[in-house]
């Protein structure tokens, strides 16, 4: 949104005034802090002279570049397994499992600081 709005010279309040939102608003879209809904990505791509799917073009691919790394695999692994578990009170002893485990990792790097100094 913005690098069309900036090719066309608009301003981001010109914008905004385009599409009926505020200041505000407009910035958020472009930071995208706000999700645009699809009614407003209509207007939006009105108001620039391009079709929808300009704002689509070159997704596919990026996605095919993308390799997730091993963490970010096991991550996942773990939400899925995490969303499984019906037991609220089970999910709250993972997560202050995961706690426990995050802070004996700091506490032993930080004995590793003092014994090193």
Request: neutral net charge; charged residues 30%; aromatic residues 6%.
């Amino acid at each position: 949104m913005r690098e069309r709005r900036v090719m066309l010279g608009l301003t981001q309040q010109q914008m905004a005034d385009l599409i009926g939102v505020t200041y505000q608003q407009a910035h958020k879209y472009e930071k995208g802090i706000n999700r645009i809904a699809a009614g407003r990505l209509y207007s939006v791509a009105r108001a620039l002279g391009v079709e929808v799917g300009f704002f689509f073009e070159g997704l596919d691919e990026d996605r095919e570049a993308f390799k997730p790394t091993p963490q970010q695999r096991m991550l996942l692994e773990l939400a899925r397994n995490f969303i499984s578990v019906t037991n609220r009170r089970h999910q709250e002893a993972i997560c202050v499992l995961a706690r426990t485990l995050s802070d004996d990792r700091r506490d032993a790097s930080d004995d590793n600081g003092a014994a090193a100094a």
